[in-house]
């Protein structure tokens, strides 16, 4: 994992925190300033590590559990 990765990494979880009703991809992507295939990777990796979860009826992502 790049240094970059790690430094976008603790951006989305910091911004997760600040919003227990969770975000829309489209709103992390905006507010970061990400792509959104780059985006939805670390997204999904973060979901497959357990540090943001996805709802699955409203596509939000939160905080996850570890």
Do not use: C, F, W
């Not at 790690?6 to 300033?33: C, F, S, T, Y």
């Amino acid at each position: 994992m790049s240094l970059q990765t790690l430094d976008r990494a603790m951006a989305v979880l910091r911004l997760l925190h600040g919003h227990p009703e969770g975000l829309r991809l489209v709103d992390i992507q905006d507010a970061l300033k990400l792509h959104k295939p780059t985006a939805h990777r670390l997204l999904a990796s973060m979901v497959s590590h357990g540090l943001a979860d996805q709802n699955p009826q409203t596509r939000r992502y939160s905080l996850g559990t570890a």
